[in-house]
């Protein structure tokens, strides 16, 4: 699989899928692409959890997932536990194929149509949480 380049941005090839991180005033953004399989999982799902990072909310864009199959499905589940463990929200942009995977299951993802859309749903969260900062502060 070849892999463009881009500037400042390069993808990380794993076994028949492509992952790419951009971190952003909002959130981290990590876009995978291809097939989430049996044999890349593990690896993708390591390289995921490290990238949650404290404070910033984080958007996994699979979009552009082809496969899911039910094993890779534990990426979102470690993914939701990291987020829950580092107390930050999550968005999940979902292909058709994901989402029929989904469909499958009885729990529900923070599922998003789209990454503009989940940086908005953040900074509507970072717009609510300033509005509490006048109220917290001591008055003595």
């Known amino acids: 699989m070849t892999i ?3 500037y400042g941005n390069p993808a990380v090839e ?3 899928a492509e992952l790419r991180a951009q971190c952003r005033h909002l959130a981290m953004v990590v876009t995978v692409s291809g097939a989430i399989d049996d044999d890349n999982f593990d690896r993708l ?3 995921v959890r490290r990238l949650v990072l404290a404070e910033k909310p984080f958007a996994l864009d699979l979009s552009d997932v082809t496969y899911l199959s039910a094993r890779g499905v534990s990426l979102l589940y470690a993914l939701d536990d990291e987020c829950d463990i580092a107390g930050v929200e999550w968005a999940l942009i979902a292909s058709p194929e994901v989402l029929d995977v989904l469909r499958l299951l009885d729990d529900a993802f923070p599922i998003t149509v789209s990454v503009p859309e989940a940086l908005h749903h953040f900074a509507e969260g ?3 949480r300033r509005r509490l900062l006048p109220l917290l502060h001591k008055t003595a």
């Open 4 to 6: 463009a380049f881009r």
């Open 14 to 16: 794993c076994d028949g």
């Open 45 to 47: 799902t390591q390289k």
């Open 126 to 128: 970072t717009l609510a």
